[in-house]
């Protein structure tokens, strides 16, 4: 039962008393690139501050041009810069929080030319070499961090995080991978952790006692050559000696084949490798990595694995995740679902990041919190999707009256079948919050209620809203209506018909989703038993990068394929961060993958396909069609005349490209055209 009682008792870190044991960690929100980044970052911050987190942690703020992430990134080398970043430190002390700078060194990371790194060895991730540093490139660069705290000690920060995980620039040094020097920045354990310990010591000596330095150190590396938990141990012992307030704790370099933020990582998962860290050290320890619920948090809490847990995108979720925690309102908590969709792959594509959850995330001074309209309007929803959904909660909570309508027993439409697929169970929150939030602003939910023309008029609304949908597309190969053939929506919803031998037409997000919804092996294990059996991570963290070498399980229980008639690589249409573990996923099922090829015809024989100038049949017990979408329009002509408006949104507006994310986009934005 979750009291959340441990997460409110107060902490001393150095020279603060934080009054809760949340962080809200780094995050990068590509708000640094925006046309006012210290204004929108003020504001991003200030609704978390006000939400009621008591140390907020900056994204990555370079110390010195080579240590960009990417050219135009932040970077603190100038006090002409620090009135800038004062703005925020204010803006975030006003709401009564506290604020830490990031340093972060982007080393063989750093995505322009001028890269620099311990040894010239290039990242598998980044098409740039790194060129290795002199040992006078070495010091100047322990005086850029110096520097660096010293601004941001001037521009009002509390402190400053040293992110020295995830395979950065620091980690480059302490990690064998990637340091093969022989001088004394490389080679034994101790000469390996001499810069980062060197900087700690110089900040410290430089900036006093009243300034935090947290650490985020590599726990584990889940890498070749990486270094092992004992390792990590010794580390923590000599950063608290070397004079650090507090420790984070990272998990997996950024290169790693392995998840560990992603959907498919369970809750809490590393928990145990942070407890290893804190057994050896007396200063406070921090956990991370897919803890988004209260009840994980307080579980980390209450079994002394960490004293404080760091969270980054639940805050993009919720801002408010901590006093809704402090409240006991965790029902009404906008939990994150860890799909990345909208923060981590927007930031690889080059966008601002927001949430597919909470799309005014980032986007805070574009979107002020909603006004109560001065002029409530009668409002139908009709079909209770994402889109309809998050209208109908949004337009109620600007004070319109709002009848939703659905012509099934449940709301969700398409969120009901992605949360059937295995390792996306974390939709079942998001349908939990839309249930609470529906309730909690008085939207009137009409289930098992198909809307139709007479009753709307009738009720004479002043808008009505068609978020009906999509359905899924019906082809037109000869056969189609075989008793072999399903379509997506009738295998997910009734999986009892699906055979042994199993062909997937269509490859994209819904095609791989099936394919891991039919090939799903449930065993009896515990979740991060089965995920770290699942992709060789040594539980104990002994083996060098907590590598076993080996997997377990993954037995495969069907034969299945799955097609795309284009040539070329499966899975391109998916999410940059995500789409690898679920090619992964069906690699280790062995799931076929077929492209390249013509649909010809289905019957008793199977599926017949052209394929480089051959026709070939292919036998199946069952063809699944997951071939994209079509509006589900039946109402629009009927319902165009019955309100003075009639509006259209999410994929019966355009089924192009929708997705979750573009769904709940459509329906606040809407909300937000007819409120203010
Ligand atoms: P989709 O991504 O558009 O994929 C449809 C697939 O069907 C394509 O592989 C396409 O490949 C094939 N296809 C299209 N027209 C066809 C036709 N007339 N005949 C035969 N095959 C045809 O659609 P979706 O999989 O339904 O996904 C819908 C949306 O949800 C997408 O935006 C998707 O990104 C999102 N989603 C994402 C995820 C995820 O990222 N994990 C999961 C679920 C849904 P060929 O034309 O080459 O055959
Ligand atoms: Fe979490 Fe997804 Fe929102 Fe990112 S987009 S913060 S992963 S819910």
């Not at 012992?237 to 070397?242: D, G, K, T, V």
């Not at 996306?424 to 009137?444: I, P, W």
């Amino acid at each position: 039962m979750t009291s959340s009682k441990q997460l409110f008792t107060p902490i001393k870190i150095g020279h603060l008393t934080l009054p809760n044991r949340f962080i809200m960690g780094s995050m990068h929100t590509g708000l640094d690139h925006s046309d006012d980044p210290f204004g929108r970052l003020a504001a991003f911050y200030k609704e978390r501050a006000d939400g009621g987190v008591s140390l907020i942690v900056t994204g990555g703020v370079s110390p010195n041009e080579e240590g960009l992430i990417s050219p135009g990134a932040m970077m603190l080398t100038n006090a002409e810069h620090v009135e800038q970043y004062k703005f925020i430190t204010d803006t975030v002390h006003k709401a009564n929080s506290n604020i830490l700078m990031q340093i972060l060194h982007a080393g063989r990371y750093a995505k322009h030319e001028n890269l620099v790194a311990p040894s010239a060895i290039r990242s598998p991730i980044n098409p740039f070499v790194p060129k290795e540093m002199s040992d006078a490139e070495i010091m100047q660069t322990i005086d850029d961090f110096v520097n660096c705290a010293q601004l941001a000690q001037q521009a009002g920060f509390d402190g400053i995080e040293l992110l020295g995980s995830e395979g950065y620039f620091l980690n480059e040094f302490t990690a064998p991978r990637t340091n093969h020097r022989s001088d004394q920045w490389g080679g034994s354990f101790e000469n390996r952790s001499r810069l980062p310990l060197d900087i700690v010591r110089s900040t410290r000596k430089a900036l006093g006692e009243n300034f935090i330095i947290q650490y985020r150190m590599s726990v584990l590396e889940l890498v070749e050559d990486g270094w092992n938990i004992d390792e990590a141990q010794q580390f923590a012992i000599a950063l608290e000696s070397a004079g650090i307030d507090i420790i984070n704790t990272g998990i997996g370099w950024h290169e790693a084949a392995i998840p560990t933020i992603a959907m498919q990582v369970p809750r809490g998962a590393f928990a145990w490798a942070t407890a290893k860290i804190k057994q050896v050290v007396n200063i406070p320890v921090a956990a991370a990595n897919r803890i988004n619920t209260v009840e994980v948090a307080e579980k980390i809490i209450d079994n002394n694995e960490a004293d404080m847990v760091y969270l980054s995108r639940p805050f993009l979720a919720d801002a408010d995740f901590v006093n809704k925690a402090k409240n006991q309102q965790f029902d009404e908590i906008n939990t994150c679902i860890a799909c990345n969709q909208s923060c981590l792959d927007h930031i690889f594509a080059g966008k601002i990041a927001s949430c597919l959850v909470n799309p005014r995330a980032c986007h805070e001074t574009l979107y002020p919190a909603i006004n109560t309209s001065t002029s409530a309007q009668k409002i139908a929803v009709i079909g209770a999707g994402a889109a309809g959904l998050s209208f109908s909660i949004e337009a109620a909570k600007a004070g319109h009256s709002v009848t939703l309508y659905e012509s099934a027993s449940t709301i969700g439409g398409q969120l009901l079948y992605a949360h059937l697929v295995p390792g996306k169970e974390e939709f079942d929150e998001l349908l939990r919050y839309f249930a609470v939030m529906l309730d909690k602003y008085g939207v009137s939910v009409k289930l098992n209620c198909t809307a139709d023309a007479n009753q709307l008029q009738s009720e004479q609304y002043d808008v009505i809203v068609l978020s009906s949908g999509i359905k899924p597309r019906q082809l037109g190969i000869s056969g189609i209506n075989h008793a072999s053939v399903l379509n997506y929506q009738e295998a997910f919803n009734q999986p009892n018909k699906i055979g042994q031998k199993v062909l997937i037409l269509g490859a994209g997000g819904i095609g791989f989703d099936m394919a891991e919804f039919i090939t799903h092996n449930h065993s009896n294990k515990d979740p991060i038993t089965e995920y770290n059996d699942s992709w060789g991570i040594d539980p104990e963290g002994k083996k060098p990068g907590a590598l076993l070498g080996k997997t377990v399980g993954n037995k495969q229980i069907r034969d299945v394929t799955l097609m795309q008639r284009k040539s070329g690589k499966f899975g391109r249409s998916l999410g940059k961060t995500t789409g690898w573990i679920h090619q992964a996923e069906l690699h280790k099922r062995g799931v076929k993958l077929l492209g390249d090829l013509e649909y010809i015809k289905i019957d008793d024989a199977g599926l017949h396909i052209e394929r480089e100038g051959e026709i070939r049949v292919i036998p199946a017990d069952t063809i699944i069609i997951c071939a994209g979408q079509e509006p589900c329009d039946e109402l629009a002509d009927s319902i165009s005349t019955l309100a003075p408006k009639v509006i259209h949104i999410g994929g019966v507006k355009e089924v192009r490209e929708l997705d979750a994310a573009q769904a709940i986009r459509d329906g606040v934005r809407l909300a937000y055209k007819l409120s203010n």
